[in-house]
């Protein structure tokens, strides 16, 4: 029997850059059964899409661009709402091509941008920790002002994982605060809109509430 392909389930968090030395020395209440610090990195994000055509559809098609490599993706959402979602992760070339090419016939590899125009890039600082010896807890901070966290579970079971996780977060609820916690694209086209109204260089776009659903 073929393994099942993993998932990416995750839950956004409000993120008090206050609380980040507590985190780093374990010294909440109550402590982390175990943390382990992995590492900080940068790395720029440049998504791709036209007439917002793949976003509809629940596709993200993303290059991700650190100092020593690039990585192209394909997230697909499964499910989720704001802030608890699941996405499949798609990285080979074939597979991608074979989501994206039935919205936009135009998708290359051979063309610069993919033969599609450029939704949004930025820039992102993440600290990453793993924590109670499973759940990835990640800290971004964008080039444009913006930070969030994420807890995130790689499973087969959706279900399963983000109960999981919400009991984790519910444990260490003095770190995981609650509210609706943005994510990095709604707030980049968020700042986009803001500088274009006052008179900046950014691009007016409008969201609307099902899309803004799933930004990540």
């Known amino acids: ?36 610090a992995l590492h900080t990195h940068t790395f720029t994000d440049t998504y791709y899409d036209r007439r917002d055509t793949l976003s509809k559809n629940g596709i993200w098609l993303r290059q991700r ?9 394909a997230k697909v959402r499964v499910s989720g709402d704001f802030s608890r979602s699941t996405f499949d992760e798609i990285t080979d070339w074939q597979d991608i091509t074979a989501i994206i090419r ?26 990453e920790f793993r924590a109670d010896e499973k759940f990835a807890v990640v800290l971004d901070h964008t080039d444009f002002g913006h930070s ?20 984790f977060m519910a444990r260490y609820a ?15 086209f968020r700042a986009q809109s803001t500088d274009h109204s006052t008179g900046g260089s950014g691009v007016a776009i409008t969201l609307r509430e099902e899309d803004q659903t799933f930004k990540s």
């Open 1 to 36: 029997m073929a393994a099942r392909r993993l998932l990416e389930v995750e839950s956004k968090f409000l993120f008090n850059p206050s609380l980040l030395a507590t985190l780093q020395s374990n010294r909440g209440h109550p402590a982390f059964k175990r943390l382990e």
């Open 65 to 73: 661009t650190t100092k020593a490599s690039m990585m192209v993706e």
């Open 102 to 127: 039935p919205h936009l016939p135009e998708f290359s590899t051979q063309k610069k941008g993919f033969g599609l125009d450029l939704l949004a890039e930025f820039t992102t600082t993440r600290q």
């Open 148 to 167: 969030v966290g994420e807890v995130e579970l790689m499973a087969e079971d959706e279900k399963e994982a983000h109960g999981a996780i919400d009991q």
């Open 174 to 188: 003095w770190f995981f605060l609650k509210g609706k916690a943005e994510g990095k694209l709604e707030a980049y």
